[in-house]
């Protein structure tokens, strides 16, 4: 199909990537440790390993900063929006009333999200999230959707959605991800791992924005997550 859409005057872009980064790894050993009692031992050393070695166990928050969750999509959202945008080349529009609509009123699925807010109570970035993740059968998150202003509010966002989806018992947390480099560097930062999907970017560019193909054609300026890629 790719190579269909290929003659059609599609670009391929790539392939998205998934991201994992667990928490918990008795359910990995199961085939090779089939003796309950020291598969739990191997685990829970491996366990406090990963722990040890995650960057939420090292880093907190910026001064005066603060976790929410289930925040309003309000205003803030909005302001957020405005002061992140510039950072993409060609990513969805994530004002409030998009927010709302999206995950809000979702009627299927009960979508969860973290922000960050700073010392002057203004948000700084936030993670739109599902846990556990109903298309897992162990009891993983999932990021649908993330947004930040920088990059330390990037890692604030990351640090702080692992340090609470690891105090939930929850075996990992996942990403669905096409995405600009300082993302990806910021993910292998918090400790995901990636891994390839099999699943491509096809873009078709209108006649009528040839001047803008430097941009559109970027693959390095794009940023979509499992929300719009679904």
């Known amino acids: 199909a790719v190579a269909v859409q290929r003659r059609a005057g599609y670009h391929d872009m790539g392939v998205f990537s998934r991201w994992i980064k667990f928490f918990r790894t008795e359910h990995k050993l199961e085939s ?6 020291p598969r739990r031992i191997v685990a829970g050393l491996l366990d406090t390993g990963l722990r040890l070695a995650a960057a939420e166990s090292w880093h907190r928050l910026p001064a005066g900063w603060r976790v929410e969750h ?3 999509f309000d205003g803030r959202f909005d ?7 510039s950072q993409f080349g060609t990513t969805t529009e994530r004002t409030s009333q998009y927010l709302q609509w999206r995950f809000g009123l979702d009627p299927q699925r009960q979508y969860r999200t973290l922000a960050v807010t700073n010392a002057k109570g203004e948000l700084q970035g936030y993670a739109v999230y599902l846990y556990p993740d109903p298309e897992q059968t162990l009891p993983f998150g999932a990021i649908i959707d993330l947004m930040f202003v920088d990059q330390v509010a990037l890692n604030a966002v990351l640090d702080s959605l692992s340090r609470h989806l690891r105090q939930a018992d929850a075996v990992g947390i996942q990403l669905l991800s096409f995405t600009l480099p300082s993302v990806e560097a910021a993910l292998k930062r918090s400790g995901f791992i990636r891994r390839e999907a099999n699943f491509h970017l096809l873009v078709y560019l209108n006649p009528k924005w040839r001047s803008r193909e430097g941009t559109v054609l970027d693959r390095h300026k794009w940023h979509l997550i499992e929300a719009e890629a679904k």
Do not use: F, N, T, Y
């Open 79 to 85: 302001s957020l929006w405005a002061a992140a945008a």
């Open 32 to 37: 090779r440790l089939p003796w309950g009692v």
């Open 70 to 72: 289930d925040p309003v």
